[in-house]
């Protein structure tokens, strides 16, 4: 018996101006500046791929208000020095060189980094028949590595894409391949047709036991 993924969706994390453009991204990504660009513009052209393949496009935004955030949170940017980010009504957490579409759905985290802590994302994807999430977006080491850890817990396939993203904290190649290793995310670019459901085993046909 052979299983089936389900339906492919497109989930983006955090394509954010506070994360993608601006001082307060500049400020913050200790890399190349290039790589930031280079997975945010490629980020978009996800969307519009998916868009033109007819799959569902999931936008998730973070809002970073202090009236978010729980005491931890406020505790380790008072001993960091950082503030808060992606204020809502801002500039900043506008979504970067796209817009959800009328019928795209969008999912907030309010200072968290894990996408299913917003309580309709799961019974969405349940209600589609999604199996299949493809990631994209921002920061690889966190919210995307958060919402693919829940995914992969709940049941749900992955794909991480290699060119749509890219690490605030540690290396790309390290984080991709722990994503890999732990929950058999298949890690995939643009160019190698990602949205194709992930080859799956055949799953074992329980061995029937003739009653005597």
Not at 6 to 15: C, E, I, K, S
Not at 16 to 40: H, K, W, Y
Not at 130 to 145: K, P, R, T
């Amino acid at each position: 018996m052979t299983e089936t993924a389900g339906t492919t969706a497109l989930l983006v994390v955090d394509l954010q101006n506070d994360f993608c453009a601006g001082p307060v991204a500049a400020a913050r990504f200790p890399g190349d500046p290039e790589r930031l660009t280079r997975a945010a513009a490629n980020s978009v052209r996800a969307v519009e791929l998916a868009r033109e393949a007819g799959l569902d496009v999931l936008f998730v935004r973070f809002l970073g208000d202090a009236v978010h955030q729980g005491p931890a949170w406020r505790r380790r940017d008072a001993l960091l020095g950082k503030r808060p980010k992606c204020l809502e009504g801002s500039w900043g957490a506008e979504f970067h060189g796209v817009r959800p579409r009328p019928g795209e759905e969008v999912f907030t985290k309010r200072a968290v980094f894990d996408a299913f802590l917003d309580q309709r994302l799961e019974p969405h994807l349940r209600r589609r028949g999604i199996g299949h999430l493809v990631l994209a977006g921002l920061f690889a080491d966190v919210c995307v590595d958060s919402t693919a850890r829940t995914a992969f817990q709940r049941g749900f396939h992955l794909t991480v894409l290699r060119d749509c993203t890219t690490a605030l904290h540690l290396a790309d190649t390290d984080i991709l391949r722990f994503m890999a290793k732990v929950y058999g995310a298949r890690v995939a670019d643009l160019s190698e047709h990602p949205f194709d459901a992930p080859p799956l085993p055949a799953t074992p046909v329980p061995a029937v036991v003739e009653q005597r």
